[in-house]
């Protein structure tokens, strides 16, 4: 099926744990993100990368890196993790800068 | 900062009546403007992209745009209980390039 897909769905684990979610498309679009959607619903971009070219890094704790092997995949690497990173981590891509189609999603839990 | 506002909601309407959201946008300068569906425990999803002034329609949906009052509302005509979701308008940043900004969702709710 053509689509935006991540790994792992759930992810439950320990503060100060270090974790990566994975995300492939295979829509041949050219431009991957990763989105942070909080408990209160909010939406908000984290990276995005343009042919494998970081081009959108919005204030987030340097924790947080981003990789981006190729324009199908986007990485999403977590390091010392805390409380406040629990959240849906929302993968999605677009061909130039129009319509984003998203990944399932990932539910992060930090105990 | 640039923003993108919808009322929270809930916007809870009959099955078969009209549902209004509305979002509003602080860019003067933007120039593409989208709508999700977000279903509890699922990803967002395109409903619509609007990118002139007026009305675009696809099916029960109408988005209409208006860029002089910075104004862009979804219309769902004959609503269904499996409308009831959460929609998201979306912004495209003009500065930004790739950037688009979300708004915080309007819940609708469609009673049976």
């Known amino acids: 099926d053509t689509a935006v897909s991540q790994t792992p769905k759930y992810l439950v684990t320990q503060m100060g744990n270090d974790k990566s979610i994975k995300c492939e498309q295979n829509?041949?679009?050219?431009?991957m993100y990763w989105y942070k959607q909080d408990s209160k619903k909010f939406l908000k971009i984290m990276f995005s990368?343009?042919?494998?070219?970081?081009?959108i890094n919005e204030t987030v704790p340097n924790r947080f890196s981003p990789k981006s092997p190729d324009k199908a995949h986007l990485n999403l690497h977590i390091n010392s993790l805390e409380l406040g990173d629990s959240a849906v981590y929302f993968c999605?891509?677009?061909?130039?800068?129009?319509?984003?189609?998203f990944g399932p999603g990932t539910r992060l839990t930090v105990l | 900062q640039k923003e993108v506002e919808q009322n929270s909601g809930p916007l809870s309407v009959p099955e078969g009546a009209i549902a209004s959201l509305n979002c509003t946008y602080s860019?003067?300068?933007?120039?593409?403007f989208f709508w999700y569906r977000q279903y509890s425990g699922k990803s967002p999803e395109l409903i619509m992209s609007?990118?002139?002034?007026g009305d675009k329609e696809d099916g029960r949906f109408t988005a209409q745009l208006n860029k002089a009052s910075q104004y862009v509302s979804l219309l769902i005509r004959d609503s269904q209980p499996s409308d009831s979701a959460t929609y998201l308008c979306a912004v495209k940043d003009v500065t930004g390039g790739f950037k688009t900004i979300f708004g915080a969702g309007t819940r609708l709710f469609v009673k049976a």
């Open positions: 999605a891509s677009s061909q130039e800068a129009n319509e984003q189609f």
């Open positions: 860019d003067r300068g933007s120039q593409s």
């Open positions: 990368y343009n042919n494998k070219e970081l081009i």
């Open positions: 829509l041949g679009h050219d431009t």
């Open positions: 609007i990118y002139s002034n």
